[in-house]
């Protein structure tokens, strides 16, 4: 019976010993981070990003990189989501590996939120200055309001260095040029431990003596007055004004030596200027948009209407971030991060140009593991069973069309 015991902690503890171990050395490596799990049809739906270009992804602390590009703010915006009038600009990454210098849309500064339209399209330009060294997944991504966060796509960038070569200095308006990765932490520092130390050493004044029993037996026999001895008294009002001198010393030099400071500034943004996009002179209509479930792809018939004077032909398909390209019309040149990049995903068919005047029918079909990846393929598990996305055009000559498209995706299980 002993053996048997001693057996089982033995092995219990083996086993204890081992998930800990599995835990510690477990560290699986995210590939993308958090966008893949929300709902679909909201990551379609919402804010399209696009001709987004990332100025590099190889970079030392200290230096910058940009990323850049343009988002349209998506017509049909889900209930679910409030609109985004109290928006902000942010960027994706885990902690400040990076910080950020700057951000603008269109030519606006953007340190706060901002109000943002509906049916909008905005060029945006973040500017971020590499702080610590690593392999980073860098997204540009917009928090909405009662709506939550919108993330763009993501793109690998390493920094090499270290973070104690990361430097960020800013000169004042009083003229100052001070570093804001270490401004002021030994004052916050000094007089945190000062005071923390002030109310140590009262506690340790009091507690010298005997604190709970024989104080409870003397208040219990009415002579609770006994416990305070007059030197206590004393010391107690010399705590109590050199506390309030302390105050008044650190009020009064900090007002000297900083003289002139200025509340936090904050408020929405408004008036942000969008881009204006010319009206494309390609009618779409979407007839028909399946997806098969299971499977990675998604099936459109279109009846395409070129009202322009030159030939079009269908290049690409974008929706939550997944670029599916027709590549016997373009091929993404931007560096596009690949796992979002379907650079043969997109299959037209007939595939030659439409004609001036002409309206085709064209069945469109978008395949990539990106489509089960990044779960578009859950849209099954939403309650609104529709998408958004846009399609991308291109003339003879090269100029692009943009079309948005708006319409139920219905799931076909056979
Ligand atoms: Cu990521």
């Known amino acids: 019976m002993k053996t048997i015991r001693d057996r089982l902690t033995r092995w219990s503890l083996v086993g204890l010993l081992m998930t800990l171990a599995a835990a510690v050395m477990y560290t699986p490596a995210a590939s993308a981070h958090g966008e893949k799990s929300q709902a679909a049809f909201l990551r379609m739906r919402t804010i399209h990003w696009f001709d987004l270009n990332w100025s590099t992804d190889q ?23 409030d609109p985004p009038e109290v928006s902000f600009l942010n960027v994706g990454i885990p902690g400040p590996v990076f910080i950020r210098k700057e951000s603008y849309i269109g030519d606006t500064f953007v340190p706060r939120s901002v109000r943002l339209e509906i049916g909008n399209t905005y060029t945006f330009r973040v500017v971020l200055k590499a702080r610590r060294g690593g392999e980073w997944h860098v997204h540009p991504m917009l928090n909405v309001q009662g709506g939550g966060p919108i993330i763009g796509p993501g793109k690998w960038v390493i920094i090499e260095g270290k973070l104690s070569e990361f430097k960020n200095p800013i000169t004042t308006l009083t003229g100052q040029t001070i570093d804001l990765e270490n401004y002021n932490t030994a004052n916050t520092v000094f007089w945190h431990v000062l005071w923390y130390a002030i109310g140590l050493a009262w506690i340790i004044y009091f507690v010298r003596n005997p604190v709970f029993l024989p104080r409870m037996v003397m208040v219990n026999a009415g002579r609770g007055d006994e416990l305070i001895t007059p030197t206590e008294k004393k010391v ?24 002139v400071t200025i509340p936090l500034q904050a408020g929405t943004l408004r ?23 299971p499977g990675r792809a998604m099936k459109m018939v279109l009846t395409v209407t070129n009202k322009g004077d030159r030939p079009v032909q269908l290049c690409e398909f974008m929706t939550a971030n997944v670029r599916f390209m027709n ?7 931007t560096g596009y991060p690949e796992d979002l990049l379907a650079d043969e995903g997109l299959t037209v068919v007939p595939n030659d140009p439409i004609a001036p005047g002409e309206t085709k029918t064209i069945e469109v079909t978008a395949s990539d593991a990106a489509w089960e990846v990044y779960r578009l393929a859950d849209i099954i598990y939403d309650p609104d069973s529709r998408m958004g996305g846009i399609l991308f055009f291109y003339d003879d000559a090269g100029n692009r069309q943009m ?10 299980f056979m």
């Open 59 to 81: 970079l030392k602390v200290n230096e910058e990189m940009e990323i850049s590009g343009k988002f349209h703010v998506f017509e049909g915006w889900p209930e679910s989501v």
């Open 236 to 259: 107690g009002m010399l705590f109590g004004a050199a506390t309030i001198l302390l105050l008044i010393f650190g009020y009064s030099s900090t007002q000297s030596k900083y003289p």
């Open 271 to 293: 008036g942000i200027k969008p881009i204006e996009m010319p009206a494309p002179s390609v009618d779409v209509k979407v007839d028909e948009a399946t997806y098969r479930v």
């Open 327 to 333: 590549p016997e019309v373009c091929e993404d040149d």
């Open 403 to 412: 079309v948005m498209i708006d319409a139920p995706l219905i799931p076909t």
